[in-house]
């Protein structure tokens, strides 16, 4: 079956930087178009950053600067370097594979705080 394992969320400190991995399995990977959601407390979820199939990539304008979405087809992984992270960027983050239908992992905490 189809499955997305996110990792690397935690705590850290305004300003640092945090890596999200998700590795996928069950699906033809190079061909989904891959995408990183979070959501915060008390709000709904959000559209972080995507990557499609051929690499391009787009940011939601919060993070735009501060984020990077990477693949690796061979490895079915995607990532996410977070930088400058900010307590705004304090949420559940959730990787997405999306091609006919949406599938979803069962998401990271990432918090940033003093």
């Known amino acids: 079956q189809v499955q997305l394992v996110e990792s690397g969320g935690g705590l850290v400190q305004p300003g640092e930087s945090l890596r999200l991995s998700c590795a996928a399995s069950?699906?033809?990977?190079?061909?989904?178009?891959m995408a990183w959601y979070r959501q915060a407390p008390g709000k709904q979820r959000e559209l972080v950053a995507t990557?499609?199939?051929?690499?391009?990539?787009n940011y939601v304008d919060s993070v735009k600067g501060r984020f990077t979405i990477s693949r690796d087809n061979s490895k079915h992984t995607v990532d996410l370097r977070m930088n400058s992270l900010q307590p705004d960027d304090t949420a559940v983050y959730y990787c997405?594979?999306?091609?006919?239908?949406?599938?979803w992992g069962q998401g990271t905490q990432v918090t940033v705080s003093s």
């Open positions: 997405n594979a999306h091609l006919n239908r949406n599938y």
């Open positions: 069950g699906i033809i990977f190079r061909v989904y178009a």
């Open positions: 990557i499609t199939s051929g690499g391009t990539t």
